[in-house]
């Protein structure tokens, strides 16, 4: 069990983090510092305040654009340590670590989403050749506390935009069929949204060499969908991440099946995965095999 814990990152995911930590352990102590003072520090090479505290967990929710100079910072003085980045893990391609000194995982908390879990387990075995992903909303919305234009998903600069900032669907099709094979793809800002990034990706690729994706990722649109529809030789299923329903017709027979989800519990769910089973938590290998994808899409 974690006592002392540095989240690095006061938005939304770190605050989240830190209610999920407190949770698990009350007792815990936690640092919440944002990513302005610690990289503050970072150029002071103030670190024997860091070393002292000696962390025993690295919540890093920083702008993607940090990560890579933090993962070297964190490596230059800890060893053993166990490392959480909130996904992406990069914002660009970045020199290969190796030989890490210490445990990193990516934070693709939909892996713990039980819609997810169920469709990894319900296709093995199963035949099928078409899958449809698609994942539609509103960044002003979703964004709405804080003037939307300023914030990290709307800033390249930050590393922001739809293919970085809705990577969880990039890792979800991989962790749960496998390798993609990109055939062909659009990604650009066609949108009248005050943002300098990129705000929808249209995909089409192929699984397996034979499972043919068709992948539609935006932030422009006020209707929000988060599904994903497979079809089967014997089957046809839509899987709603908002509704939590599954929608299955199997040998003429429908049934719906009700998942209960809880945003903030994906995040008890994955501290608890890394301290005890790491069955479904992304590894820093899986995140760099999404980064390899995410890179092989242009502008």
């Known amino acids: 069990m974690y006592k002392k814990i540095l989240i690095i990152g006061q938005g939304s995911a770190g605050q989240n983090h830190f209610g999920a930590l407190k949770s698990i352990n009350k007792k815990a102590q936690i640092i919440l510092t ?3 003072n610690f990289i503050k520090t970072f150029k002071n090479k103030n670190y024997e305040k860091l070393r002292k505290l000696n962390p025993d967990l690295f919540v890093v929710c920083s702008p993607a654009t940090t990560h890579f100079k933090f993962i070297k910072l ?3 003085h800890f060893i053993k340590k166990n490392i959480l980045i909130e996904k992406p893990l990069f914002s660009k391609r970045e020199k290969t670590l190796k030989n890490l000194k210490n445990n990193y995982y990516v934070g693709y908390n939909l892996r713990f989403h039980p819609i997810l879990q169920f469709l990894k387990d319900y296709i093995k075995g199963k035949k099928f050749f078409f899958i449809r992903v698609i994942c539609s909303s509103f960044l002003p919305k979703w964004r709405s506390k804080k003037n939307y234009s ?3 998903s709307a800033n390249k600069r930050f590393g922001g935009g739809v293919k970085l900032e809705l990577s969880h669907e990039m890792d979800y099709l991989r962790w749960i069929f496998g390798k ?5 793809s659009f990604n650009k800002k066609i949108s009248n949204l005050k943002i300098n990034v990129d705000d929808v990706l249209c995909l089409h690729g192929i699984i397996k ?3 043919f994706l068709n992948l ?3 932030f422009f649109s006020r209707i929000d969908i988060r599904k994903i529809f497979i079809d089967g030789n014997d089957f046809s299923l839509e899987a709603d991440l ?3 329903k599954i929608k299955i017709i199997e040998k003429n027979k429908r049934k719906i099946i009700i998942k209960r989800f809880n945003l903030k519990q994906t995040y008890i769910n994955e501290h608890l995965d890394i301290l005890k089973k790491r069955k479904f938590i992304c590894t820093f290998k899986e995140a760099l095999e999404n980064q390899k994808i995410l890179e092989a899409i242009k502008s």
């Open 150 to 152: 300023n914030t990290v």
């Open 34 to 36: 944002s990513s302005r």
């Open 242 to 244: 908002l509704s939590n």
């Open 216 to 218: 539609d990722l935006n």
């Open 74 to 76: 964190i490596e230059s």
């Open 209 to 211: 060499n034979k499972i």
């Open 180 to 184: 993609i094979k990109i055939i062909n």
